[in-house]
Structure formats: structure tokens, C-alpha cells
């Protein structure tokens, strides 16, 4: 394999981690209004415990899985720096909505607890719901419109603008990705928590697992016939399989299986993705003589051998050390576990 | 305005915002490490209530150091893009590597310090702080080996074929001489930042509590349980931190200041504002206040020192400095045609803007030198066991972190703007490095949106932190080790 394309595998790779991790991050986020919400709890007190037990099943581990888009953005713009430049002077508005979001949504994560006021938690969940559905919706958005090409002319720069991305199929690429996000996010609060909080959250995933399971295999299929070629076809194929595998094992209560299922969907997703593009990074719908190839967007094989030394030694780590943190916290979590609420005047003597 | 000044205007904004967080994080996770450390090693109850306390100020403040810092990795591509193009190949991999070592380490095991309290054995605990604070020094140490290529590029050469230039020695990019005096300077100013956040956030409860305990109608119990002790002993430490790091930042500055004479003598002589060459023999003076325009004719220098510019810059007390008329021509001969298409439409003129350099040259140093000597005197009214309340002290608490933290921001728009016209020095001007394709309107927006939240973030961030100042340190509570843990017991510490 050449170094232009092993680091186009390692990006694959690098999405992965960041899509199947924060993926359930960006799903808890979207189902605080949900579980923690009229539809599920018995009173506000419940919903408010409700929402607490939800945000602590990602707690230690959400800012360690943020960091897989920075990598990856890093990687990009190290890797193939036409692709990093092109890419994201292009998608400017929908990157700068998505930055937004997640400012809101992680200042919402470390402090919403710091208060114990419900109008500054209030405050706080609206950011962290609408900063999880918005960077879940336009990455599917964003990723998509690169799969299936955007207007990029003789320059390497993008000449549309934010309405380019908003076509039907992009749109779609959106709905799959919040509708994935909330069936993976669902199951994973399932397998992290105990009592009513992981028995609602499974049925909200049957519920979110048949339309992103509809609305999934319809985006597979446009793309697919699109752009498809074998290898495409079977990742799409292994994706649609484990998802529906995930929803069966959701239905019999086996969390651990179906959240296996559903991480591997969206690994098997982005290998799609990444399938459809290669030898492409960004392909320009004005002429294919003007795509960005793993090859003319790359940068020299001198940083890529420098590159590719130091993720072969250091992502072999980072995975240990984080696996570990999911080790540490493994235990499911209810309402018992949490402490009251922090007091803010001065500790007493 | 076009969209490279509001590019370059957005960009001051965002980075400076952000590198108010930076060193408080860096110097703070320092300070937590060692108290958390000394809880282990010795079992005083103060060490971690101390611990504890200062942590939860330092999560505040880490979470908008986080956040902030996300949108400038998406901003070399976002606004920056034929920059991005043209360097990719040499800032990417710092970038890259920044965040594969470094925020992994920080991210992870801040979480596992936040969440670990009764989870993993005290010993790991501690350790969990130091590796965050190694996360932070890594961090800053990549991202300035970035910053120190656009100072003085090396290890690369330039492609005509590409228009770009090439890494050819990542270790020279790595070692860059201006990196290897940089990472220093900017080590030691974040550990004062540290030191005199601790300094000045104690000495404000140490006065509480000691005009508590002196009040007519404390009682004997208040005395007894009183933090002064406490605080005092925090205060002490913050401001020998701030002391000892001050010198560091000292230290460093100086020899930086040499090698800035050496690699970019222009940004020396903007610094100063001195437009004529002071030949060898004679000893520039340094100016510490002056009125009138800084244009080289009506400039009236009301304190100076003689021939301590030339000693800053050379090291020697007659040393020669050269002054902005010099080089401008010498810049405009030597990049009249460097063959780079990307410099091709250069400006003419090689000057930055000299007031700018000039004030913030010198308001780094004072911030510098007044947060010292806060902390010097600090640790003299504090002999011996005592515990102030002097009302100065309080407008002192306030100030000692605010000096350092700003000192850092005028020294990086010094050391910025002064590189100015140049994005890469030598190689790319800042004109020739914004998007092509991003237009003035979406620019307008970015900034807008980033400054009006970024304005409302910094209000809540405040609040939040002087309130959890003003609660104090916890009472102590001895903690669990894991084995001890009933399983349905409410968590140590949860969201």
C-alpha cells in the first residue's frame, strides 16, 4: 500500500473512532429531552434524575472521544493538505454552526452540575440538546455532500455555497446520521445504566432503530447505485445486517451484542463512505479533471512517513489508555448513584 | 475592511481568547498535581482539600480552554486556506501530533481525575494529574514548534514544481532554535499564571477567614476551625510559584530576545521603535515610556536607559542595532524577487505596525515585573505566620492574576504582529494566506458570532469561577479507596 493511501485508510480509521464514540455522546445529548423528559419520567424530581444518570454514562469518557475529530482534522490537514484547505474553507458556514454546537454542548456537559438553580440547567440542556443534534446533522450533512462531490474548480477551491450542500441526498446523509446517532446513543444508555432509565431506553431504540434502518438503507442505496462498486456494496451490506442483528439484540435485552451491532454499522458506514471516494478525497462535480485525488492533494512522502511512524506507535496507545477509562467506569449506573445536588454557599465550619 | 484584515482581525480575537485559558490550565494542573501529590505522600487533610478546591477551578477553566481551542484547529483551513495549502506538508504534522499525544493524555485522564474519586486508588489518582499536566506541556510544546516555523522557517525546502513548501527535517522543525527558547519562555509565564492564580485567589480567603476570626463576635470555635492557616500556606506557595517562574520567564526572555535579533531584526527594531542603525561602539538605549507618535521623527522619550536595547539584543552593552529604515531597504532587496509565486504580490513595505509592537513590548515586560513583585511582597507580609488583611491586599489578589495572563497576551501580539508583513517569515505574507473562496459576508458572520459568544462565555465563566472561589475549600473527607465502595452507594463525584 502506498503512504497516500494508508493515511486515507488511517483517516477512515480516525472517523470511525470519532463517529461510533461521540456518536452515543451526540445520541445521550439528543435523548435528554426524551428519557429525561414528560414521555418517560413520573415528575420533574424524576426528570431531573433522569437526565442526571444520562449525562454520567458518558461523563468521564466524552471529552477523550472529542478528540477523534480533532486528530482527524489534524491528520487531514497533515496528510493531505489541499483536502483539509479545500474542504474546510468550503463547508465554512455549516463548520462554523457545528463549532457553535459543540461550544455550547460540552460548557453544557462540565457545567450544568456546578449550579444548582433549574433555570441555569435549563440553560444548559437546551445547549447540550441542540449541540448534539446540530453537529450530528451537519457532519452527515458535510460528509456526504464530500462523497458525492461538490462543485470544485481548476484552483482546488470550492465555489458553491451553503445552500450546495442542503440537495435532497445531502439532507438525507443528515437525517441518517441523527437517526443513527440517537439508536446508538439509546443503546448505549442502555447498557450503561440499570431500572427504568435502561428499559425506556430500549424501547426508544426499537423505535429510532426502524427509521434509521429505513432511512439508512434508502442513503446506501442512492449512493450506491450512484457511485457503487463491490467492495462498496458488501460494507454497505455488513452495515445494514449488524444494524438490523443490533435491533434483535436490543429486542431480547442482549446491550452488549446490540451496541456491538450498532458500533459496527457505523464503522462499516464510514468504510462505505470511504470506499465510494477512493482514489478521491473530494470529488468536483464541474470536472472530474479538477477532483481532489489521495494524490494530488497529498502531502510529500516525507511527512507521511513521519506521519505514519508516529500514529503506529502512539494510536495502539491511546487506544489502551482510553479502553481502560471505559474499564474503570464500567459499572451501570441509576438514580441511587447520584449525589445531591452541589451546594454553593461557603462550606460550612 | 477587506477579508484578510477581518480574517486577521477574527484571528487575533479567537487566539487571544483562547491563550487567556491556556497557561491558567498549564500552570494550574501543576499546582493541583503537586497538591494532590502531597495528600498522598504525607496524608495532611490540607493537601487535598487544597487539591480539590483549586481543581474544581481549574475544570472551569479548562473546559473553555477546550472549547476555544477547537475552533483554531478549524480555523487554519476555515479562513487560512491557501496558508493551509501552502505549509500543510510542515504545521499539519505538529497539529496532528498535538493532538493524537497531547489532548488524548489531557482529555482522558481529566476525565478519569474529575470522575475518579473512589474509583481508582489514591496513588493512580494523583498521577492521572500529572499525566494532564504533561498532556498540557506537550500540547503547547507542538503547537509551538508550529508557531516557531512561521518565526524562523526550517527543515524544509521550497518546491517550485508545487508552489509549496516541503518538509524536509521534521527533527530541525522540532529543535528550531527560536522553538527551544519559546517552549521555555512560555512554560515558565504559564506556571507564573498558575502560581499567582493560586496566589491570588488564597490570599483573598486567607483575609476573609482572618477578618472573620478577628471580628468582635467570633467565637472561640470559630477560631479554632479557621482556614487561615489554610490559605496562607496556599498563598505562600502560589507566590514563590509566581517568584521563581517569573525569573524563568525572565531568563528566557532575554536570550529570546538575542536570537529575535539575530532571525528577525526587524521585529527588535519595531520593539523599540528605532529607525536608525545604532552602530557597534555606541549602545542603544531602551525606552521605557514615551510621548508623541512612534514615526521616527516625533517621538520624545521621557525614561530611558542607555544601552540596554543593545544589550537585550546582542548580549553587549555597545552592540549594534539595527534600526527600521536598514532593513526595510535590505527586506525589499532581498525579496524584491523571491521567486515564490505565493509572495509575488507582497506589500512593499516590510514594517509592522510600530506603536502596536512598541506598547505591548513593553506592557508584557511591566505585567511581568508587577506580578513578581506582588508576589515578592506577599511573601513578606506573610513571614513568619502572618496572615494580613490589609485592604490593598484584596485589589493585589485581584490583580496578581491578571498581570500574568495578560502579559501573555500582549507578549503574543507582540511577537505576531511584529512578524508582520510575513505569515511564514521570508516565505508567505499574511495577505497572500487567507481563503480564496470565503467571502467577506460569511467572514462578517464568523466573527460576529464568535465575539458575541465568546463575550457572553467569558461573563459566565467569571461568575461561575469567583463563585466557587467564594464557597472555598471543602471540608475533608476522607476518601475511599475502590475496595471500600458499597456498589449502590451514591458516587463520589457525578454530573
Redesign the interface.
Known sequence: MDLPTLWFVLLAVLWTGYLVLEGFDFGVGMLFPVLGGRAFAADAQDAEKRRRVLLNTIGPVWDGNEVWVITAGGATFAAFPHWYATMFSGFYLPLLLILVALILRNLGIDYRHKRPEQAWKGRWDKAIFWGSLAPAFLWGVALTNVVRGVPIDARKEFTGNLFTLLGPVGLLGGLVFVALFLTHGAIFVALKTDGPVRADARRVAALTGTVALALAGALLLVLGLGQGKPASWATSAVAALAFAAALLANARGREGWAFTGTAVTIASSVATYFLLLYPNVMPSTISPAYNLTIDNAASTSYTLTVMSIVAAVFTPVVVLYQGWTYWVFRKRLTAQHIPEDVHLQAAAR | MDATDLARWQFAITTVYHFLFVPVTIGLSFVVAVFHSAWVRTANPDWLRLAKFFGKLF??NF??G???G??Q??Q????W??Y??F???????P???????A??LE??????W???WG??PQRLHAATMWIVHVGTLLSAYFILAANSFMQHPVGYRFNPATG?A???D?WAVLTNKVQLVTFPHIAFSAYMVGGAVVMGVALHLMRREARRRSEPEATDR?AA?S?VSLYRRATRLGAALTLVAGLGVAATGDIQGKIMTEVQPMKMAAAEALYETSPAGVGAPFSVLTIGSLDGQRATPLIEVPRLLSFLATGSFTGEVRGITDLKAEYAARYGASGNPLTADRETAYVPNIPTTYWTFRLMIGAGVAAAAIAAAVLWLTRKGRAPTARWLLYAAVAAPLLPVFGNSFGWIFTEVGRQPWLVFGLMTTATGV????SVG?VI??MV?YTL?YGA?AV?EVK?FL??V??????FEAPKEPSDLD?????????
Request: proline share 4%.
Open positions: 475544570t472551569i473546559a473553555l477546550l472549547v476555544t477547537l475552533v484547529e478549524f487554519f483551513g476555515m479562513n486556506s491557501d493551509s495549502r505549509v500543510g506538508d510542515i504545521f499539519g504534522a497539529l496532528a501530533i498535538e493532538a493524537l499525544l489532548f488524548f482529555s482522558t485522564f481529566l476525565g478519569l474529575i470522575f475518579g474509583r481508582i509549496r516541503e518538509l524536509t521534521f470559630d476551625g482556614d481563503s480564496p473562496s470565503v460569511e458572520t464568523s458570532v459568544l462565555l459566565v461561575l463563585t466557587y467564594r464557597r472555598g475549600a471543602e471540608p456498589e449502590d452507594a451514591p458516587l463520589v463525584f457525578a454530573y
